[in-house]
């Protein structure tokens, strides 16, 4: 009778609740047994909690309760743990208040004793309830922006008078989408102006009018729209136009007035938070002719310049330096054009300026130049590119960076617009160390020592000097006659019976013009312009023992007595017993004579009589050295070769041509006289016709 009184008294406190059973250790109220326990959960309904009240706890008592114990659990978190006595008033003081689940959470109960008691205990009881949860009474668990209201299970939301709900039926909103169109004039305020403007307002305005005209607003000077104090608007007024969006707009300055939208279908968006008391603004629009603005595209500027054109005005569009409106095929870059204003408020025509692009520079297919790090290069106007030569043989003539310029041309620092080349470094052995391989008394040649000496066994054996990678100087009457495709030359070695080393065909033979045809003829030449051009098939790749000889200086001149180097497979030294053909490359050193030296010519078995010493020839030798007939085409170059490594560059001077037929073992101070092209007086021919014979 006591109890039940009491369980009404408890039910009363609790309004709304609804008992629903009750929860008591395994033999209550006799006493619970050792190695008992009970393993008890019930869940509550959406929109309610469920409290467990105890009424009676009787357990064995221990440190942390580790004996004999009741736990709690809320949704799987322990939240009560109890043993040992405790009266009612403490219970319900202390511990029902928190034995309670979350809106439809779930309460779990354990209890367990272990194997002893030193007494007997009645253990515990308790019942269970069922509440409504009061989500208006917690913000975080409901989303009502004006009134909420509970009720069992569940709560709604309301609105004070003049505000709606928001689609998701808990924002109140209110009513201040406009549909505007047709109108030409007219006023827009914000919802209650010039009374303080409704939370969470989402307005729409909607202003159409004809196509020719152009909506113009003029706001009030009262203007406030809630604004932080950074400036940023917590409430904003937008203006969206087809092309753009004006604003943000907040704060207390009103947007300028009159303010040209240029465009006659608008819609004007307010939209406010849950906070605060501002005024908003107002506005009256009307509308206007069309004009145009002054920006017809992006990168360019227009003349005359003014704030606004009127339909038929024309203006010249020109776009910024280094953009241009077709930067397609670069050259002739259109950077102007006239552009007028169409009643529409539109520019026409509008062509977009864009960045001025260079594009690759056109470089010679497989050529030595190369771009540095080409894969990645932006070829755009004020973008630079480098130049390097792909080989250490090769040097860079002319500038290695350009700029993409703003008329879509690659022009160097230095204003340049050619492309850079790369030439092979002439005259310039490697510097090698190998005395060993070089008997010095003998003057066989190293290999190389005079890599720019090229051997021709057929038709005609001689020699031919190396001049660039695809071109070779010889005599001509070495080349005459020859077929201009069917020459081999060999180039890299000094062992002429190697036919491995590097194989040169010739693609062209250009004979000097001045050169009388002798042989094929069957006419005598007179050795005057005894020069030939060869032109390879392909470029030649430098190598240690490849590599080119320089040209002379057009007036370099040949001094008397001025030592330098003539060298082939003929017999360069007459003790040499070889007659005409010796395995490996020679060299002699020998002096140029004076001009009445060389003037008294010797005559030729093959002529009649004595030969003519012409300006195009010089003449040289030394006591018993000369270059005999299998030196033909061959190179004699100053200065004199040289022990030292780091000498050079050597110059083509002379080219081997003609002379009296080497004496065998004559006396050694016989003297021997050779007969050269003056290679100075061909330095324009040569590089005129490597010029025009590019491909
Ligand atoms: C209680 O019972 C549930 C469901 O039968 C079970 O999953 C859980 O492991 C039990 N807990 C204990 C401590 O025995
Ligand atoms: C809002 O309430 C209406 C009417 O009670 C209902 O049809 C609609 O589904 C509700 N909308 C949402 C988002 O709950
Ligand atoms: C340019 O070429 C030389 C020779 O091949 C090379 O050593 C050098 O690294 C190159 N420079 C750049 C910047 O690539
Ligand atoms: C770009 O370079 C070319 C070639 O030198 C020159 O003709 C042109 O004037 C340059 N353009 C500008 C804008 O400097
Ligand atoms: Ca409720
Ligand atoms: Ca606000």
Redesign the pocket.
């Known amino acids: 009778m006591l109890r039940f009184s009491l369980l009404l008294l408890l039910l009363s406190c609790t309004a709304h609740s609804t008992l629903l059973g009750w929860v008591e250790s395994p033999g209550y109220p006799s006493g619970y047994s050792p190695h008992s326990s009970l393993n008890w959960s019930r869940c509550a309904p959406k929109g309610h909690t469920l409290s467990i009240k105890l009424i009676h706890l009787d357990m064995e008592d221990s440190q942390d309760c580790e004996n004999d114990a009741v736990k709690v659990f809320s949704n799987g978190n322990l939240i009560s743990v109890l043993c040992g006595q405790k009266e009612y008033e403490e219970l319900q003081s202390s511990v029902n208040p928190l034995l309670f689940s979350s809106p439809g959470g779930c309460l779990k109960l354990l209890f367990h004793s272990d194997y002893s008691n030193i007494k007997r205990h009645t253990g515990f009881k308790g019942f269970y309830t069922i509440q409504d949860f009061d989500e208006c009474n917690d913000d975080t668990s409901n989303e009502c922006t004006q009134f909420c209201h509970n009720f069992i299970g569940g709560y709604h939301c309301s609105c004070r008078h003049g505000y709606h709900f928001a689609e998701d039926n808990h924002t109140c909103t209110v009513s201040c989408t406009e549909d505007l169109s047709g109108l030409n004039r007219g006023e827009i305020s914000s919802p209650n102006w010039p009374g303080t403007y409704a939370e969470d307002a989402n307005c729409e305005y909607t202003l159409s009018v004809e196509e020719t005209l152009q909506l113009e607003l003029r706001f009030s000077e009262l203007f406030d729209v809630e604004q932080n104090r950074d400036g940023q608007c917590i409430d904003a007024l937008r203006i969206k136009t087809p092309t753009g969006t004006l604003g943000p707009f907040c704060g207390n300055t009103p947007p300028p007035s009159p303010l040209l939208t240029y465009s006659n279908h608008i819609k004007i968006h307010f939209t406010s938070d849950g906070f605060g008391s501002n005024k908003g603004f107002s506005l009256q629009f009307q509308t206007r002719d069309k004009i145009c603005g002054p920006a017809v595209t992006s990168h360019s500027t227009v003349t005359p310049l003014k704030t606004e054109y009127d339909r038929g005005q024309t203006v010249t569009v020109t776009c910024d330096?280094g953009y241009a409106v077709n930067t397609k095929g670069t050259k002739d870059l259109l950077t102007q054009y006239e552009s007028t204003c169409q009643s529409t408020g539109t520019w026409t025509p509008i062509y977009p300026c864009t960045i001025v692009d260079c594009g690759l520079p056109l470089i010679e297919d497989n050529s030595i130049l190369q771009l540095v790090d080409s894969a990645e290069q932006n070829t755009q106007y004020n973008h630079q590119i480098q130049f390097n030569c792909s080989s250490t043989y090769y040097t860079l003539e002319g500038d290695d960076t350009y700029i993409c310029?703003?008329?879509g041309?690659w022009?160097s620092a230095r204003?340049k617009?050619e492309m850079p080349k790369c030439t092979g470094v002439c005259g310039k052995p490697p510097q090698y160390i190998s005395s060993a391989g070089r008997i010095l008394g003998g003057k066989k040649a190293a290999l190389g020592e005079i890599p720019w000496q090229l051997l021709i066994k057929y038709p005609n054996k001689g020699g031919a000097s190396l001049i660039n990678d695809q071109w070779a100087v010889t005599a001509a009457h070495v080349v005459d006659g020859v077929e201009e495709t069917s020459l081999t030359l060999f180039g890299g070695q000094v062992d002429a019976t190697l036919t491995d080393e590097h194989t040169i065909t010739s693609e062209r033979i250009i004979i000097h013009p001045g050169y009388k045809k002798g042989i094929a003829s069957d006419k005598q030449t007179d050795y005057d312009n005894d020069i030939a051009l060869i032109r390879f098939t392909t470029r030649v790749n430098f190598g240690p023992n490849l590599l080119p000889i320089c040209l002379p200086e057009v007036n370099r001149g040949v001094l008397e007595n001025e030592y330098g180097t003539v060298s082939g497979w003929g017999m360069t030294d007459v003790k040499d017993k070889l007659r005409f053909r010796s395995r490996f490359l020679k060299y002699a050193h020998i002096s140029a004579y004076s001009q009445p030296e060389c003037r008294n010519t010797p005559t030729l078995p093959s002529h009649n009589q004595a030969m003519t010493f012409t300006d195009n020839m010089f003449c040289a030798g030394a006591p018993g050295k000369d270059s005999c007939a299998g030196d033909s085409g061959g190179p004699l170059f100053m200065p004199m070769l040289s022990l030292s490594a780091d000498e050079g560059p050597y110059y083509l001077i002379g080219i081997v041509s003609w002379g009296a037929p080497c004496q065998l073992e004559p006396k050694s101070d016989y003297i021997q006289k050779g007969y050269y092209t003056k290679v100075e007086n061909y330095v324009n021919w040569i590089k005129k016709t490597i010029e025009e014979k590019k491909p």
């Open positions: 330096v310029n703003a008329s041309e022009i204003g617009a």
